[in-house]
């Protein structure tokens, strides 16, 4: 029996809630009950992400009324995303929304060149308290491999799939990712 009641997916910043993984997702995952959100810039047609406060804050909203429309616990939902999207899913647990789990894709550690602001963007990772699905390729510009290794021992509880040669598409092991994801919501305790 999972505690996954139900998903919220949030996309990365240049994408929509329509982008091709999370409505893979949503499909791979029927009949689990899947919100798939977009950020309030996408919302308004701009192209610049929102800032981390702002974004957070969208995902909360979404979370509760996904919480509320699918009749589940808060404590139930799992949350996760692409990119950015995956990023402010975690941040919101961070701060202390209620989840089940979390599933990261293409995580971005860092801006692509830029390394050393990956310590600022896992500062958040100690206070996550739920389990964590990671899934990247080795040649993510926006994650140099080594870097999300030695980041991971900050979750308290996390599995971490790597695709050697893939940078920060997944779209080549679709099937694999959809597959992981599977498992890990079905074994979430």
């Known amino acids: 029996m999972t505690s996954a009641g139900a998903l919220l997916l949030a996309p990365g910043a240049g994408a929509s809630r329509d982008h091709h993984t999370l409505v893979a997702l949503e499909e791979a995952l029927a009949p689990l009950p899947v919100g798939r959100m977009d950020f309030p810039y996408r919302k308004a047609g701009k192209k610049s992400p929102d800032r981390a406060p702002v974004a957070v804050a969208a995902v909360v909203e979404e979370a509760e009324a996904l919480v509320a429309s699918a009749g589940v616990d808060p404590g139930a939902l799992v949350l996760g995303g692409r990119s950015f999207g995956g990023r402010m899913c975690s941040m919101a647990v961070a701060e202390g929304l209620p989840a089940a789990g979390l599933v990261l894709l293409s995580y971005p550690l860092h801006p692509p060149g830029k390394p050393d602001q990956a310590v600022a963007r896992t500062s958040h990772w100690p206070r996550i308290r ?3 699905l990671l ?3 080795e040649a993510d510009p926006f994650a140099r491999i080594e870097l999300l290794r030695a980041a991971v021992p900050l979750l308290r509880e996390a599995e971490l799939h790597t695709y050697p040669k893939l940078g920060h598409s997944l779209r080549t092991v679709l099937d694999d ?4 994801a599977a498992a890990f919501l079905a074994n979430l305790a």
């Open 177 to 180: 990712a959809l597959d992981r």
């Open 130 to 132: 739920c389990p964590v």
């Open 135 to 137: 899934l990247s390729g």
